[in-house]
């Protein structure tokens, strides 16, 4: 299954790069997006996936399952992606958040029962995600063009080695149960969907034109990340605009 989403990550990067030649002129006002012909068939495609199949079984999740133990389930998760967060915090330059990033993950592994629990937010030790994007944007790489990926949906040309990355670095991925892993993979798919289920409605709300709506939410998040909240008055000047 990991390997699968690895080759999945590449082929998508290699057909993305390869259809650039190709967009309309229809397509060519958004520079962020130049390969718009390839992403909106693909994000059609996961679209109909997410509807027909992911979002039924998260709503299923959600109506069978108490909140304290999906609170749980997504504590464990979101504690396996610490690793993640200790490493790049760290060649950010971001010692101390490195450090804490480490310490999340050693207090809810052990007096937070594997995570269930975020024992480490209660006592002070505030989570600071961080991934590979990021550690590229704060050393100065552009995010290059804005790509939807198979089933793995929005993400951008510098993103990609980081969702590789991410991957090999999640705990799930070193287990040697092939059964296991599939399962706990699809049990994090679940629950990461069922937690994106009151922001869709939201998102209904505000546009009908689904993928630019994800597209601007994510390109924006992105910066917002890269950056740690710190816009300044063009970036803001510029979002009004928009």
């Known amino acids: 299954m990991r390997h699968l ?6 082929l998508a990067a290699i057909l993305a790069s390869g259809c650039a030649s190709v967009t309309g002129s ?3 006002s958004d520079p962020n997006d130049p390969w718009q012909t390839v992403n909106r068939p693909v994000f059609a495609i996961n679209d109909a996936f997410d509807q027909g199949l992911f979002k039924p079984l998260a709503e299923g999740y959600n109506a069978i399952t108490p909140e304290p133990i999906r609170n749980g389930v997504t504590n464990f998760f979101s504690n396996l992606n610490e690793l993640d967060n200790v490493i790049n915090n760290f060649f950010q330059g971001k010692i101390t958040e490195s450090a804490t990033s480490l310490g999340r993950f050693v207090v809810n592994s052990t007096i937070g029962i594997g995570g269930l629990l975020d024992v480490a937010s209660n006592i002070g030790l505030e989570k600071s995600r ?3 994007g990021q550690t590229l944007g704060v050393l100065g790489t552009g995010s290059g063009p804005y790509v939807v990926l198979p089933l793995l949906g ?5 993103d990609i080695p980081g969702r590789v990355l991410s991957m090999y670095l999640n705990p799930l991925a070193w287990l040697d149960d092939i059964s ?3 399962i706990m993979v699809g049990i994090n798919a679940v629950d990461d969907r069922s937690n ?3 922001k869709e409605d939201i998102a209904k709300e505000i546009s009908n034109d689904k993928y630019t709506l994800y ?10 990340q890269v950056l740690d909240g710190n816009l300044d ?3 803001l000047t510029k979002d009004i605009a928009d």
Do not use: Q
């Open 5 to 10: 989403k690895v080759f999945v990550i590449g």
């Open 180 to 182: 296991f892993r599939n």
């Open 26 to 28: 229809s397509y060519m």
């Open 215 to 224: 597209k601007d939410a994510y390109l924006e998040e992105r910066e917002f």
């Open 130 to 132: 961080e991934d590979l």
């Open 154 to 158: 929005s993400s951008s040309v510098r």
């Open 233 to 235: 008055d063009s970036d």
């Open 196 to 198: 994106l289920l009151a």
